[in-house]
């Protein structure tokens, strides 16, 4: 065995007792048990692609459950980053984001967040076909990176913490009810003004 060799099991074996694992790889073990899973465009990739990934790890999603994840907005945002010396754009900078909510039973919010990535791809002016291929490529692997970092969040969710959720937004929501009532009552207990008598002629 050479050299080279020796150094690249080295690394591996040093890699692979700090608990390095690749990407994609490795079982995934998520607090939540089952959730209900909603978003605006309940057909679109996004909600697909991460319903199969809870489901691969585990996570039940059906509508019986306690609790619903919403996918509340997502949206790509274009901009130019950079131009080439004859003033046409050469690279584009995209922007995709994901807000995301926790709710509980009375549909009361109980956590939101939204995640962002970040990618730079180069536009070639003489190339349309290739580079709007790049682009495509691009937002896939973006949306890709987006569901990686949902399911690291969710993965940190436990029933527990959305049970204390739930019990701080039901008394949250009572507090206010009680201001509204307490505010009613004060203004019925105000004595109401008479109607102003106009001399009669």
Do not use: W
Request: glycine share 4%.
């Amino acid at each position: 065995m050479n050299k080279r060799n020796l150094v690249v099991l080295g690394l591996t074996l040093l890699l692979s007792a700090c608990g390095f694992q690749l990407r994609g790889t490795g079982d995934v073990e998520f607090g939540l048990k089952e959730i209900d899973l909603q978003a605006r465009n309940s057909y679109g990739e996004t909600v697909q692609q991460l319903e199969s990934l809870l489901q691969s790890n585990g996570v039940r999603v059906t509508p019986s459950a306690k609790y619903s994840l919403n996918l509340a907005r997502e949206q790509t945002r274009q901009r130019t980053a950079s131009y080439t010396s004859s003033a046409r754009s050469a690279e584009y900078e995209l922007t995709s984001t994901l807000d995301y909510e926790f709710r509980g039973p009375q549909n009361l919010l109980l956590l939101e967040d939204s995640i962002e990535v970040q990618k730079v791809y180069v536009h070639d002016s003489n190339n349309l076909i290739g580079s709007s291929q790049e682009g495509d490529q691009l937002r896939q692997e973006m949306r890709r990176e987006l569901l990686q970092q949902l399911a690291l969040r969710i993965q940190r969710i436990t029933p527990s913490q959305l049970d204390r959720l739930q019990q701080e937004a039901e008394a949250k929501a009572r507090a206010e009810a009680e201001a509204v009532e307490a505010a009613r009552r004060a203004q019925d207990a105000q004595p109401q003004q008479s109607p102003i008598q106009l001399p009669v002629r």
